[in-house]
């Protein structure tokens, strides 16, 4: 299959082992965090509908839909056989989970949820359209205005599967110019605890950008998320 030539599943598979960096990083947290706060944003009708978690990581945010809303039917899919493979131990009565990149997702549902993915992939653009072929509502999450610690933009770097783009309210634009959706709305939002700041940590981020301002240095932005909730023209 074509994900097989990515040249960082090994990477991602040994991210997602047991006591790997993606728990030590406290990512099943994050990830569950993440469906919390896109939940007090959109909400679908408590009714039978189809949902497709994409870039599922370890199955949190498919188990947070299934128990949402216990009359949808739950699938989620992830590139890291790993991943998966673990999902399907701890989650599989709650989702269907099975192995696929994003160009290799079939078939067609009510809703697509792609949390924190886009921004690990150079193509996203591509990446994107392709989501869109395969649903009625496409919900995006992705980091907003993200900078580097000092201040600027992020670049893109080949060599990693970190972030590589900086995404903002008109960064899916290209979608309604080509006409692949009929609407767009965006949000922002913070995440404490997974992509945001709780009270404390405000007010050290205030002080550390007065202390920037004086000594001439960019502005730290704050750890913010956007919101996409985009209807397809299907």
Not at 115 to 133: A, C, G, I, M, P
Not at 199 to 228: A, V, W, Y
């Amino acid at each position: 299959m074509k994900m097989q030539t990515n040249p960082f599943l090994a990477e991602i598979n040994e991210y997602f082992k047991e006591d790997g960096a993606w728990e030590k990083n406290k990512g099943r947290q994050q990830t569950k965090l993440f469906a919390y706060y896109f939940d007090q944003v959109i909400t679908f009708p408590d009714q039978k509908f189809t949902l497709l978690d994409v870039g599922c990581a370890l199955g949190q945010a498919a188990a947070f839909f299934s128990r949402r809303y216990p009359n949808a039917s739950i699938s989620a899919t992830d590139i890291s056989e790993v991943a998966i493979s673990r999902c399907k131990r701890h989650y599989g009565e709650l989702a269907h989970f099975f192995t696929a990149d994003i160009e290799n997702v079939s078939g067609f549902f009510d809703v697509i949820y792609c949390s924190n993915v886009l921004e690990h992939f150079l193509d996203f653009e591509e990446k994107t359209r392709k989501l869109t072929s395969c649903c009625k509502q496409l919900c995006i999450m992705v980091p907003y205005n993200e900078r580097t610690h000092e201040g600027y933009k992020l670049t893109t770097d080949l060599t990693n599967i970190e972030h590589q783009y900086s995404f903002y309210e008109d960064s899916f634009d290209f979608l309604l110019e080509e006409g692949l959706v009929e609407t767009i709305d965006s949000k922002i939002i913070s995440c404490p605890g997974a992509w945001g700041y709780n009270r404390r940590q405000k007010i050290t981020h205030g002080i550390d950008n007065f202390l920037r301002k004086i000594l001439s240095k960019p502005r730290d932005h704050e750890l913010l998320q956007i919101i996409f909730d985009i209807k397809t023209a299907k």
